[in-house]
C-alpha cells in the first residue's frame, strides 16, 4: 500500500505553480454534456476525480481526448445513455453533477444516489427541490434517483442554504430550459463563476453568477467553445499555510489573489506576511504563530476545505484558538489522527478547541479524506520523527504531484511502497 513519508522541515522556500481548480473543472466537464460540439479545455489538473469524471462522460456517449498535457476536449454530440451507473458514481460525490445537463438534454436522467443515501450528512435535497421546481417528476428507487420531463421550464427557485452543488446542477439544468430562471440565495463561490463562464462561451445565457442571485435564461443550443479553467484556490491556500506553518518564504504563482481573501485575512492575522501581485502571492513567515479564531462560512467566508490546514498550522501557535465548522457535519476526523501527533485539542459539537504550543511528533496516521491528508502533511512537516500517512488516494483525489512540488520546495517527503 502506497504511503507518504514526511520528517520535519524548516523553512520552505522557493516558488510553486498552482493547477487548474478540481471544484471548477468537475462541474464544468459535467456541462459538456449540455453541448453536442467540441470543448476545448485548458489547465486541466491531474487528479483522480478528473479521470473519474472524464469516464463517467465516456460511459454515457462523448468523446474525451486529451490533446496536450494539460489539454482536453470533450464532445458529446450523442449521448448514449441517460443512466449514470453505480460503479462510478459511487466513486466520487461530484459525479451528481452530470444530473442536471442530462435532465435538460435528454428529458431523462437516472443517477445512484451519491453516498448511497438521500438524507445522510451530504444530501441532495436541494438539487432534487431545484429539478422539481423546474419541472420535473423524480423518483428515488433502488439507490436511484430518476428523473424525467417532457421539457423543464423556468422558474424562481430559492435555495434553503447556498450549496454549491445545487447550484451548480441547477444552473446547468436551467441553461437549455424553457423561459428564465431565477436562483435565489445562490452559492457565490468562484468556481460558480467559472462554469457560468463556460456555458455563457458556449452560447449559455447566465447573468449574476458571483452574486446571490443568478438569473439564467434558457436557450435552445450550445455551440463548441475553448475555456481555461482557473487556478484552485485551495491548493494555493495548502501550500500557503505550509509555508507559513514551517517558518518559510515561498512565491506561490497561478492565483487569483481575490479568491483567497479569507485565507490571506486569516494568515495575517496570525503573524504571517503576505504580498499580493497580479497572480501570484509571496507567503513569508517568521518562527512564531500567533492564535487566531476561524469560522467556516459560505464564500466569500473562510472555507470549510481550509480548516484541516489550519489546524495542523495552529498546532504551534502561541496560545488558543478555535476552529468552528459551520459547512459539514463530522468534519474533525483529522483531529484523532493529529492528536496521536501529539496535537492538543478538544472537540465541542461544530468546535475544535485548540491549546497552541503541541509538540507534535511522527506517527503512523492515515487520510481519513482530501483534506485532511493534507493536513496531516503539513503536522508531518512540523513534527520531530517520521510521520507515515497511509490511504494516500485520498490526497491525489485533489494534489497532482503534492510531494514533488513540496520537494522542490526543501521538504522532506517522499512516497514509500
Ligand atoms: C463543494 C466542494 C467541496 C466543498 C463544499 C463546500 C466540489 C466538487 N466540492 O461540495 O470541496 O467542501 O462545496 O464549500 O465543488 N447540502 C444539503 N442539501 C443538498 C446539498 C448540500 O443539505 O442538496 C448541505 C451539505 O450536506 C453540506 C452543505 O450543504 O452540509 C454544503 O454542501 P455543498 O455546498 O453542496 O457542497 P458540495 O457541492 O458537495
Known sequence: MEKIIVKKSSNLHGNIKVDGSK??????LAATLLCPEECKIHDIPNLQDVKIMCGLLEALGAKVEKTETNTLKVTAENITTCEAPYELISKMRASFLVMGPLLTRCHN?????PGGCAI????????????????????????????TTEQLKGRDIYLDFPSVGATENIIMAATLAEGETILENAAEEPEIVDLANFINSM???????????????GVKKLHKTE??????RIEAGTYMVAAAATGGDVMIENVVPSHLQPIIAKLREAGVTIEEYDDKIRVKAGNTIKPVDIKTLPYPGFP????????????????TSIINETI????FMHVNEMSR??????????????????????????????????????????????????EVYHIKRGYSNIVKKLQNLGADIRYEK
Open 328 to 331: 459539514f457535519e463530522n468534519r
Open 227 to 232: 475555456h481555461t479553467v482557473i487556478p484552485d
Open 203 to 217: 452560447g449559455g445565457n447566465i447573468v449574476g453568477a458571483g452574486t446571490k442571485t443568478i438569473r439564467i435564461k
Open 341 to 390: 501527533m501529539g496535537l492538543h485539542v478538544k472537540v465541542e459539537g461544530s468546535s475544535a478547541i485548540l491549546m497552541g504550543n503541541s509538540h507534535l511528533s511522527g506517527a503512523k496516521v492515515r487520510a481519513t479524506d482530501l483534506r485532511a491528508g493534507a493536513a496531516l502533511i503539513i503536522a508531518g512537516l512540523l513534527a520531530d520523527g517520521e510521520t507515515e500517512i497511509t
Open 120 to 147: 445522510g450528512t451530504r444530501p441532495i435535497d436541494l438539487h432534487l427541490k431545484g429539478f422539481k421546481h423546474l419541472g420535473s417528476d423524480i423518483k428515488s428507487e433502488n439507490g436511484y434517483v430518476n428523473a
Open 304 to 319: 470549510t476545505d481550509m480548516q484541516a490546514q489550519f489546524m495542523a498550522m495552529l498546532s504551534k501557535a502561541d496560545g
Open 23 to 28: 471544484n471548477s473543472i468537475l462541474p464544468i
Open 109 to 113: 436522467a437516472k443517477v445512484y444516489m
